[in-house]
Each structure stands twice: as structure tokens, then as C-alpha cells.
């Protein structure tokens, strides 16, 4: 039960956790930009607009950090004797790469101005600078934070609803778990 309301845990941070898995050898090359269509640049900056509005910078903020450390970690498991010397080889790394963090946000305009219509999304900009679009901004985060929450309570309470079915369907076959 507790690995399953884990699972849905884990769930809830995979998009900060997939910036931070991302292999070594990609931090080298540029990434692959998003199977996106063509976007004009009007949509792309209304993209941007709306990216902006609803923070998702902070989402990433420390992706650069967090994908040196984790280098740092793998390259500490295979070579501890070097840690002195990867410690501050990390601090260099970190700061050679600082701010490359906004191609995220740059991809992330490109994948968006490619699922909207340049109209669409300023309409979106319209929308979220109005009264219910600024409501939207500042709830939905604690909203969704507190959905998450509802739903592994829920999880832990029906984990216990199934081991106990789980139970009584093995005793029924006269093993005791």
C-alpha cells in the first residue's frame, strides 16, 4: 500500500524529476528542438506571454544545478577518490552552463505556439489577464496541489480496501498472508 501511494507521489513530480534524470551526454549537445509545426513569431511570443503569466520558469529554474549535481553524483560513484577535484570541476561546469535553462522555456513556447493557433493563444493572453484568468493563476496551483493530496489519501485508503480483499481471497484458498 505505502509503495503504491508512492507511486502516485512519484507521479506528481515527474516533471521536475525528468529534468533531472536527463543523461549526461545531452548536456553536451543541444537538444533536439519539439516535433512542433512551424509557429509564427507572433505565437510564439504570445506563448511566451502566457509560459510567463503562469510561471513554469519556476519549474525549471534549476534544472542546470540540479543536472550538474546529479552528474556530479554519478561521476562520484565510479571515481570517489576525485571528489575534491569534481566538487569544484561542478561549481564550473555549473556556472560555463548557467542559463541554458531557458531553451526549457523557449522549447516549451515553441511546443505551445505549435498546439494553438496564434489566435488561440492570444485569446488565452486576454483570458488570463482578466478577473477569472488571474483567479485561474493564483488557484489553480493550490488547487491542484490539493487534488493531488485528496487523491493519495485516497489511494492509501482504497490500498487497504484491496490488501484486505487481496487477504480474504488467500484465505479463502487457505493461505494466510
Known amino acids: 500500500m505505502k509503495r503504491f501511494s508512492g507511486l502516485l507521489s512519484a ?3 515527474a ?6 534524470i536527463a543523461p549526461a551526454a545531452a548536456q553536451q549537445q543541444q537538444p533536439a528542438a519539439p516535433a512542433a509545426k512551424q509557429s509564427s513569431p507572433a505565437a510564439v511570443a504570445a506563448a511566451k506571454e502566457i509560459l510567463g503569466m503562469k510561471n513554469v520558469q519556476a519549474m525549471y529554474a534549476n534544472a542546470v544545478t540540479g543536472i550538474v ?3 556530479k553524483t554519478g561521476l562520484l560513484q565510479q571515481y570517489l577518490n576525485y571528489q575534491k577535484d569534481l566538487d569544484e570541476v561542478a ?3 555549473a556556472k560555463n ?3 541554458r535553462e ?3 522555456g523557449e522549447g516549451m513556447a515553441q ?3 505549435g498546439e494553438f493557433t496564434e489566435q488561440e493563444l492570444k485569446d488565452l493572453v486576454v483570458f488570463y489577464k482578466s478577473p477569472l484568468g488571474q483567479k485561474l493563476l493564483v488557484s489553480e ?5 490539493m487534488s493531488l493530496q485528496y487523491m493519495q489519501q485516497w489511494a492509501a485508503q482504497f490500498g487497504e480496501i484491496v490488501n484486505t480483499q487481496f487477504r480474504a481471497e488467500m484465505k479463502k484458498r487457505g493461505k494466510e498472508l
Not at 15 to 20: D, E, K
Not at 141 to 145: G, S
Open 11 to 13: 507521479a506528481t513530480l
Open 15 to 20: 516533471a521536475g524529476l525528468a529534468l533531472a
Open 69 to 71: 549535481e546529479k552528474t
Open 91 to 93: 561549481v564550473i561546469v
Open 97 to 99: 552552463l548557467a542559463g
Open 102 to 104: 531557458k531553451e526549457i
Open 111 to 113: 511546443v505551445y505556439a
Open 141 to 145: 496551483p493550490k488547487a491542484i496541489a
